[in-house]
């Protein structure tokens, strides 16, 4: 009888026991999310009346999928930008490149040596942009000028879209300086040919290029002014652009070299170049970002994987400590006895 009062009594003090054990929850998993596609952004260089080919550019991209969300321009570059970044899509920049006349954007300055002044390129660019200013563009847009006092970079990104662009286009000797502030500021061609940096800046994880500045290839010794000075450029603005060129993930090139940079005639032929040149590189464009989302999606998946590792170990640890007294040996997990 004492015997079995014994067991008895141990039966119970085991079941109650039992029955006081924690309850431990499962695991709760870690699911990796698939991230965002990367920001694609498109830096459009200067070139004069060789603009017109970013939009060609532009065309051909969207039609294939790949739309910009970042928009960065020098000079020419700057225009079409400003356009883009407004929220009008190729075909409508398109439109309005047809019907441009150049009398809408050139304006002869008698008291300063007969060089442009600009103001009704800035007033027609601020027309086409429905007034907007750079910081309520519907894609963020960069603007990129030359400090004439210090030679310094200057990339405007908030304030009057049309006065930014005319900064940016105004080349020395052609146009007026363009008084901002207490600065004064020409063509951001003598700094950055081809804006990457300043869509970088913005936020662009791929940058497109488009460079559609001249070549000095020698062939012909300018006979003007402006020849001249297109001259001077080419050989300053290859130089300078290579370096920056480096830093996007594709160039596209427009063979556009032997455009004038006032030769508005050629607009039609431009565009088609830029449509040639981008649905060439396309292949490359879908294959690197391709790559690009595949290895942050690996990345993320590693670091749901890290995550998911942990809470099992500290929900591992937080189990075998409830199973620490003589009685929870009896019933210990496996993965508990060894620490």
């Known amino acids: 009888m004492r015997t079995a ?11 109650a026991a039992c029955a006081s054990t924690p309850e431990v929850k499962a695991p709760v998993g870690v699911v990796a999310s698939t991230p965002a596609p990367p920001k694609v952004g498109i830096a459009l260089g200067g070139g004069a009346a060789k603009g017109f080919a ?25 225009v079409v930008g ?32 007969g060089v442009v002044k600009g103001q009704k390129l800035q007033d027609y660019v601020n027309e086409l942009v429905g007034g907007r200013t750079l910081e309520k563009m519907r894609k963020p847009f960069a603007v990129v000028a030359t400090r004439l006092e210090d030679g310094q970079r200057t990339v405007f990104v908030r304030g009057n879209t049309g006065q930014a662009v005319r900064a940016s286009s105004s080349i020395p000797g052609v146009f007026e300086a363009v008084p901002i502030g207490k600065s004064h500021y020409v063509d951001g061609g003598v700094v ?23 070549k000095a290839d020698g062939i012909a010794s300018p006979t003007s002014m402006l020849g001249n000075l297109n001259q001077s450029f080419k050989i300053m603005g290859g130089k300078l652009g290579a370096l920056e060129l480096q830093r996007a993930d594709i160039v596209i090139r427009p063979k556009v070299n032997d455009i004038g940079p006032a030769d508005f005639e050629q607009k039609n032929r431009a565009i088609l170049e830029g449509e040639r040149a981008a649905q060439a590189a396309l292949p490359q464009i879908k294959a690197k970002i391709a790559a690009l989302q595949a290895a942050r999606t690996a990345k993320a998946r ?10 099992r170990e500290a929900e591992r640890k937080a189990r075998c400590a409830t199973q620490q007294g003589w009685l929870d040996t009896l019933r210990r997990d496996p993965d508990c006895r060894q620490g």
Do not use: C, W
């Open 54 to 78: 970013h939009i060609g550019v532009i065309k051909m991209l969207e039609a294939n999928g790949i739309k910009p969300v970042v928009v960065s321009g020098t000079s020419a570059g700057s």
């Open 5 to 15: 009062a014994v067991f008895a009594a141990l039966s119970a003090t085991l079941l």
């Open 82 to 113: 400003a356009l883009y970044a407004s929220g009008m899509d190729a075909y409508a920049m398109q439109e309005k490149a047809f019907a441009l006349d150049e009398s809408k954007i050139r304006d002869v300055s008698l008291f300063s040596g």
């Open 192 to 214: 950055s040919p081809v804006p990457v940096d300043a869509a970088r800046e913005l936020g662009a994880e791929f940058v497109i290029a488009v460079d559609i500045s001249s």
């Open 302 to 311: 590693q670091a749901a994987d890290a995550e998911a590792a942990r809470q």
